[in-house]
Structure formats: structure tokens, C-alpha cells
């Protein structure tokens, strides 16, 4: 599995507009941050994680435009107001583009943006639904899914093994459930939600992931969604050796 980290920003990017960097050294290039996602490559397949506002520059800059199918963890607005932009994925498919969520999420996805479910009179349907349920087949990985508890709502959290190898994505959170616990348990990769270093009502933050990390026995952590208080090199020094903050373009080999 090759894994790329598109984007490992919080919902207003590093920096937000107006330049404004909080903690993060503009000069250090790892601190400029778009909209979380991650794309997963596995045995001839590509699947996208999330299509947030920042998509086309995200898939221009990782030099790609094949999707095979679309993973939408929630329907916040950073992790799917770039859903436009499947419309010239499937141009170049010649296709729709599965999109693939909870029930609910499809509802919410669909009532905002019926033109590209039903189409209208200029242009034919751009994705069709796919409702998640217990597991899927990624390539040669499978993929297994656990709801995740993100304020009054949930998200939805991936695990792909394949053979001996797996990683965890886990975006989105605030409360580390033992559903959670059993899901992600022994994870090689576990890619997760950290906001800020201070307790936060809808993220996860640096303390608690890191105990989490510890309980669960991961291999390696990478820390995502990161707001503007969240300096790469400041986390570089101080997190242990198997822990290390995510960065825009970012690819890890499995």
C-alpha cells in the first residue's frame, strides 16, 4: 500500500487567510497546510478519502487524477465542499465516481448537492452513492470502518490490512471509544486526529492521542489536522521517536 497525505490542515488551513501563521514558521515549508485527506493505493486501486475545498490543487500537486472510488468520512465542510471537482474525474473515467459514506452522510451529501447525484439539463450524473456498511476490498487490502463520536455528529474511521501490513485513519474526533480501541488495535500506521495541543469539544488532542497511541501499540503515529499553534519542527523535538506530525504531500510506503 503507498499512502499520500494530501492535506493535514484544520478546517481553516495553515495558514488562514489574512497570513496568518499563529505558532507555525512560515519558513519552515511542512507548516503550509490544506484541508485533511489522504489518497490509498493498493494492488492496481486508487481511493480517495475525503474531497475538501482544496481537492484540485491537492490532486494537481500529487501529479494524479485517477480516483477509483471516493470515501467521505462526514459532511463537513472541509472534508467535501471540493466534491465539485469530481465532475472532471469523471470526465476523464468516463464515469461516474463511486462515493462511498454512512446512509446518513449520502442523505446530507445529496440534499446539498443534488446536481451531482441526479444531474441537470447540461450534465449527466457525476457520482453515484455507495452506502458503507461492514467492510470493503481496496486492491489487494481490506478495508474495515468504525463510527467515530465528532461532536453531535459521527465520522467515519478506516482500517486497511493487507497481508502483515495495515494502517489506521482516524480523522475527526473527540472521544476515543472501545469500539475504536478494538478497531484500531495494533495498527502499523496510525494516522490520526490532532488538533491542538489544548483539550478541544470536536478534535482530539496532542496528550490524549498520544496515550492513545501508547494503549493501542501502533508502530508508527503520524499526527493530522493540525491548526496554526501546531509547529512541525516544535513537535519534531519534543514527540517520541515513533511519532511524528504529517505534511502536505507526504507518501508512506506499507
Known amino acids: 500500500m ?17 497570513n496568518d501563521w499563529g505558532d507555525c514558521d512560515p519558513n519552515e515549508q511542512r507548516n503550509r497546510r490544506t484541508r485533511s485527506s489522504i489518497m490509498v493505493e493498493s494492488g492496481g486501486e486508487t481511493l480517495l478519502v475525503d474531497c475538501g475545498p482544496d481537492l484540485r490543487e491537492q490532486l494537481l500537486a500529487a501529479g494524479t487524477s485517477q480516483v477509483d472510488r471516493v470515501i467521505v468520512t462526514h459532511d463537513h465542510a472541509d472534508h467535501c465542499h471540493g466534491i465539485d471537482d469530481l465532475r472532471q474525474i469523471a470526465q476523464l473515467r468516463g464515469s461516474q465516481v463511486p462515493l462511498h459514506a454512512r446512509s446518513k452522510t449520502l442523505e446530507r451529501l445529496h440534499r446539498r448537492f443534488k446536481y451531482l447525484f441526479e444531474g441537470v439539463a447540461l450534465y449527466h450524473p457525476v457520482v453515484v452513492p455507495v452506502e458503507i456498511d461492514i467492510e470493503e476490498r481496496l486492491g489487494d487490502s481490506r478495508l474495515t470502518f468504525v463510527d467515530q463520536p465528532h461532536g453531535g455528529i459521527t465520522s467515519l474511521g478506516i482500517r486497511a490490512d493487507e497481508g502483515d501490513r495495515s494502517f489506521g485513519y482516524a480523522i475527526d474526533f473527540h472521544d476515543f471509544t472501545p469500539e475504536m480501541k478494538a478497531h484500531y488495535d495494533g495498527v502499523g500506521l496510525w494516522i490520526c486526529d490532532c488538533l491542538r495541543r489544548e483539550p478541544h469539544p470536536t478534535h482530539a488532542h496532542l496528550d490524549a492521542v498520544l496515550s492513545w497511541a501508547r494503549d493501542l501499540k501502533v508502530g508508527q503515529l503520524l499526527l493530522t489536522h493540525l491548526d496554526k499553534s501546531m509547529d512541525y519542527a516544535t513537535l519534531i523535538g519534543e514527540l517520541p521517536d515513533w511519532a511524528e506530525p504529517a505534511f502536505d504531500g507526504q507518501e508512506i510506503m506499507l
Open 2 to 18: 503507498k499512502i499520500r497525505i494530501l492535506g493535514c490542515g484544520t478546517s481553516t488551513g495553515v495558514p488562514r487567510i489574512g
